[in-house]
């Protein structure tokens, strides 16, 4: 920061890839606080187009002026190319803004849903921006960071037959076009331990915390429709979370019941991926074969033997290729 030479500075970029987040820690770090602008920072969410306006922010012991500014969605690329007109114009404000320049940003802060229970033995989706099939028997929580009608499906072949009549109590359920659930490809998620996050590019992310140890082993499986792009991560949420803590001063006293609660951050071990790319199977594959491409059948029928999320290698994990 203290090599930038001094000026003002927009930090522009797509939405949800994290400018905000990049001001409000460039301010933290400015020592002496602030002469203009709001004292904490700008707002961030795991929901895109969450900045609706420029905002400046001067940090004084830097002489630097930094312009936060809402994040830009091309209309035809990527998700925003996918997703239907009618999910566009609905309840989703925030995707019409981002994916039409004409009116402006003009987004509606959204909920994050409750976490929830789920029987893994059939299909779970979001706004039909993906179709997780977890390992039979399997239970999750789940944490929606993302726009979309959840649903569950007795099978994947049901997906096909509803997705292509669309009867109306279940239209709702699709945010993309039945061509794009046509060309749906299939893919495995490598193991993992803990909570992972689906991430789907440029429309925010799913978060996924399994409650009960697999019966029979198996891995996680997902159906991505044409035009979505989804990421595996680690959960964001082990890394940044709220946690009850007691001031300094009082600890110095000697107090020990926790008073306050306050935002942490653990870091990421470097020693092992923290994101994954999918493996992709084919569509007629058994679930025992397609697995195989993926792990040893050893690996995913045992147990694994780490006690922690930090412990576990994420040795079948892959780097995402930048595109
Ligand atoms: N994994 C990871 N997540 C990040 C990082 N920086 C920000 N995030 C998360 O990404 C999400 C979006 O962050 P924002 O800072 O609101 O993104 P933005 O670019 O300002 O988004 P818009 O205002 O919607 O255009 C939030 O959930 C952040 O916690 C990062 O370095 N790594
Ligand atoms: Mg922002």
Redesign the pocket.
């Known amino acids: 920061m203290q090599k930038l030479p001094s000026g003002a500075y927009f930090v522009v ?1 797509e ?7 990049l001001v409000k820690s460039m301010i933290a770090l400015d020592k002496k606080g602030f002469k203009s602008g709001n004292r904490f920072g700008p707002g ?3 929901l ?4 609706r306006s420029e905002k400046k922010y001067r940090l004084s012991t830097v002489g630097l002026t930094l312009i936060d500014t ?2 830009f969605a091309p209309r035809n690329k990527g998700v925003y190319g996918t997703l239907l007109k009618e999910y566009l114009n609905k309840v989703p404000k925030v995707y019409k803004a981002a994916s039409d320049g004409k009116n402006g940003h003009k987004c509606v802060p959204l909920d994050i849903k409750q976490a929830k229970r789920f029987n893994g033995e059939r299909v779970f989706s979001v706004g039909g921006l993906f179709f997780l099939r977890p390992p039979s028997g399997n239970v999750f929580k789940i944490r929606q960071s993302l726009i979309g009608e959840q649903a569950i499906y007795k099978n994947i072949e049901k997906v096909f037959e509803l997705s292509s009549t669309r009867p109306k109590a279940v239209a709702k359920q699709f945010a993309v076009s039945h061509d794009a659930i046509l060309k749906m490809k299939r893919f495995v998620i490598p193991p993992f331990y803990g909570n992972i996050d689906l991430v789907v590019k440029g429309a925010g992310f799913v978060t996924i915390s399994p409650t009960s140890s697999k019966e029979n082993g198996g891995l996680y499986q997902l159906y991505v429709p044409d035009g979505v792009e989804i990421l595996v ?1 680690e959960s ?1 949420f082990n890394f ?1 979370y709220k946690m009850k803590v007691r001031p300094e001063k009082e600890q110095k006293e000697g107090k020990t019941h926790p008073t306050k609660k306050l935002h942490k951050m653990r870091s990421v071990n470097n020693k092992k991926l923290v994101f994954t790319e999918l493996y992709p199977v084919e569509m007629n594959l058994s679930d025992a074969e397609a697995f195989q491409k993926v792990v040893p059948y050893s690996v995913f029928s045992s147990n694994s033997t780490a006690k922690s999320q930090e412990e576990f290698r994420n040795e079948y994990w892959k780097q995402p290729s930048l595109k």
Do not use: M, W
């Open positions: 970029g939405v949800n890839s994290g400018k905000s987040s961030v969410s795991p895109p187009c969450f900045t809402p994040g991560r964001i940044i």
